[in-house]
């Protein structure tokens, strides 16, 4: 079983920036994909931004040229660096580690884009 625990989320204005964590209790992190998917109010789970076991990344159309992510697997944590936050981006963000049948979720953490 693997823990994921994510911080960084809060409330910012639009045009803003924050940095979001997750960080993963298994000493095997680098063999999984991580992902960060994001859930708003009444919206369907929408998978935002991808980083594969080699460094490959995917993003939503929403997001490209915006949001960034990244991993560090010395220190089993997966970023996803979001800058100019529309409103449209608030939703509860979640991390996901995926290898083979394995599928692991975080609690979520909320990110509100408010003026």
């Known amino acids: 079983q693997v823990q994921l625990v994510e911080s960084g989320g809060g409330l910012v204005q639009p045009g803003g920036s924050l940095r979001l964590s997750c960080a993963a209790s298994?000493?095997?992190?680098?063999?999984?994909?991580m992902n960060w998917y994001r859930q708003a109010p009444g919206k369907q789970r929408e998978l935002v931004a991808g980083i594969t076991n080699d460094g490959s990344t995917n993003y939503a159309d929403s997001v490209k040229g915006r949001f960034t992510i990244s991993r560090d697997d010395a220190k089993n944590t997966v970023y996803l660096q979001m800058n100019s936050l529309k409103p449209e981006d608030t939703a509860v963000y979640f991390c996901n580690a995926q290898w083979r049948r394995y599928d692991y979720w975080g609690q979520g953490t909320q990110v509100t884009v408010s003026s």
């Open positions: 298994t000493s095997i992190f680098s063999i999984y994909t």
